[in-house]
Nanobody
Framework: QVRLVESGGGLVQPGGSLRLSCQAF????????VAWYRQAPGKERELVAS??????ADYPDSVKGRFTMTRAGADTVILQLNRLKPDDTAVYYC????????????????WGQGTQVTVAS
């Protein structure tokens, strides 16, 4: 069984930065696809960054040039948020497709618990 643990959210002023982290915990696994989503009150969950295999990350126009997703080791994904705006206020969730090997090989999707990002002066 694998679980994802997020950290790094908080309150920041417009124009500020935050660094979100998502770490996978478990035994004998590897991360395949990863993504970050966000959900603001009263709105649908929105994709803000995605990365498949060994390719480059993709971003929607709303965050392109301000958000950057990177892998940090075999079990952690980072989302760097720069030049934050009030419209970026939301709960941010990481998502991973993980291949585990014990007791048998299988693929499964996992979500982090969410971390609140609030942008306000």
């Amino acid at each position: 069984q694998v679980r994802l643990v997020e950290s790094g959210g908080g309150l920041v002023q417009p124009g500020g930065s935050l660094r979100l982290s998502c770490q996978a915990f478990g035994v004998s696994f590897s991360i395949n696809d990863v993504a970050w989503y966000r959900q603001a009150p009263g709105k649908e969950r929105e994709l803000v960054a995605s990365l498949s295999g060994g390719g480059s990350a993709d971003y929607p126009d709303s965050v392109k040039g301000r958000f950057t997703m990177t892998r940090a080791g075999a079990d952690t994904v980072i989302l760097q948020l720069n030049r934050l705006k009030p419209d970026d206020t939301a709960v941010y969730y990481c998502w991973m497709t993980i291949e585990s090997y014990l007791p048998e090989r299988r693929f499964a999707d996992y979500w982090g618990q969410g971390t609140q990002v609030t942008v306000a002066s």
